[in-house]
T-cell receptor
Framework: GQQLNQSPQSMFIQEGEDVSMNCTSS?????WLWYKQDPGEGPVLLIA?????ELTSNGRLTAQFGITRKDSFLNISASIPSDVGIYFC????????????FGKGTKLSVKP | GAVVSQHPSWVICKSGTSVKIECRSL??????MFWYRQFPKQSLMLMAT?????????EQGVEKDKFLINHASLTLSTLTVTSAHPEDSSFYIC??????????FGSGTRLTVV
């Protein structure tokens, strides 16, 4: 079945540093989504990518959908303490009624 | 827009009892809702897909008689954990697919079975 390999598993960075994380798969996905989850909360959508090669920004966040539709990266520039949380990539498969499959997450810790 | 309201946010129940979790779409109609389970420090695992007016589709390994799903209206889906046991303790999250937006998630329900 489909699997998403997300890396790194965790990151410890200094406030102000840039962050990069990525997801890869052997399967092709229609859509890639990036979510952030705070402790005890549901995931919150950060960026949605629909077209191969698409590069999209949301404030300090930038994500790109790989040209092969098998990978994506998320960059966070000039990190701040509130960026702390777990970031998940998710791929949509199965056509118009597609389901989501999640990566295992990247836990981000930011030191002030 | 595209808000899913999930209740309760946390619940503690005795082993052997049943617990119902509700998810409501507040400003849109959700033909399809998804139910996930998340163990500590792990990712979200899809349990079942809930379709309004029809039976839910369960993922392999998920007991449909234990996790009862009802999607009787376009704005409400419920998950009932029947005869709960400590191993059912987990974080349960619902989600809905929103046209032109993507997938929006509820805030989750922390279930603890004692």
């Amino acid at each position: 079945g489909q699997q998403l390999n997300q890396s790194p598993q965790s990151m410890f960075i200094q406030e102000g540093e840039d962050v990069s994380m990525n997801c890869t798969s052997s399967s092709i996905f229609n859509t890639w989504l990036w979510y952030k989850q705070d402790p005890g909360e549901g995931p919150v959508l950060l960026i949605a990518l629909y077209k191969a090669g698409e590069l999209t920004s949301n404030g300090r966040l930038t994500a790109q959908f790989g040209i092969t539709r098998k990978d994506s990266f998320l960059n966070i520039s000039a990190s701040i303490p509130s960026d702390v949380g777990i970031y998940f990539c998710a791929g949509v498969y199965g056509g118009s009624q597609g389901n989501l499959i999640f990566g295992k997450g990247t836990k981000l810790s930011v030191k002030p | 827009g595209a808000v899913v309201s999930q209740h309760p946010s946390w619940v503690i129940c005795k082993s052997g009892t049943s617990v119902k979790i509700e998810c409501r779409s507040l400003d849109f109609q959700a033909t399809t809702m998804f139910w996930y389970r998340q163990f500590p420090k792990q990712s979200l695992m899809l349990m079942a897909t809930s379709n309004e007016g029809s039976k839910a589709t369960y993922e392999q390994g998920v007991e449909k008689d234990k996790f009862l799903i009802n999607h009787a209206s376009l704005t409400l889906s419920t998950l009932t954990v029947t005869s709960a046991h400590p191993e059912d303790s987990s974080f349960y999250i619902c989600s809905a697919r929103v046209e032109g937006y993507g997938y929006t998630f509820g805030s989750g329900t922390r279930l603890t079975v004692v």
